[in-house]
C-alpha cells in the first residue's frame, strides 16, 4: 500500500513541479506518533533555494488531491534532496557525469563487488561506467537498486 501511494503522489506532484520548472527527485511519507508528514524533494539545473521549496509549497498546499489521500491532517514539507541526492534515472547521471557516486547493484558484477563509490566516467545508452579505486566498471542502469550523489 505504501508504495501504491508513493506512486499516486509522484502522479500527482511530478506535473505540477515540471510546469513549475522544477524535477520532482523523491518524496518521503513520514509518520510520527500519529503526525503525518508529507516531504516532497525538489531540483532543478541550478539549484534549490528556499524560494523555489515556498513556491512549489504553494503550488501543492492547494490540492484537493493529495488532501483526499489523507485521511487526516498532515504537515507538507518541500525541500531540496541535499548532497546524496537520488539518481533516479539515466539522465542523473548524465547531469552529473564527473561527480562521486556511490551505486547499489542487485547482483555482483565481476570481483564480487555489489556497492561501488566513485566518480562517473561516462554514460553509454544504458551503461554507466564508475571509476572504483582506479578501476573502472560497466554497470548496466537496469542493475542499479540504489544510487546517490556523494560529496
Known sequence: MAQELKDRFFEIISPICKGAGYDLVDIEIKSNRGDLKLVVFIDCAVGISIDDCVIVNNLLDSLDEIDALFEESYTL?????????????????????????????????????????????????????????????????????????RL
Do not use: Q
Request: aromatic share 6%.
Open 77 to 149: 514539507e518541500v525541500s531540496s534532496p541535499g548532497p546524496n541526492r537520488p539518481l533516479r534515472s539515466i539522465n542523473d547521471f548524465v547531469r552529473y557525469e564527473g561527480r562521486n557516486v556511490k551505486i547499489i547493484v542487485k547482483n555482483i558484477i565481476d570481483d564480487g563487488k555489489k556497492v561501488f563509490v566513485g566518480s562517473i566516467v561516462s554514460i553509454s545508452e544504458t551503461i554507466i561506467s564508475i571509476n572504483d579505486s582506479g578501476k573502472v566498471y560497466a554497470i548496466n542502469f537496469d542493475e542499479i537498486v540504489k544510487a546517490n550523489l
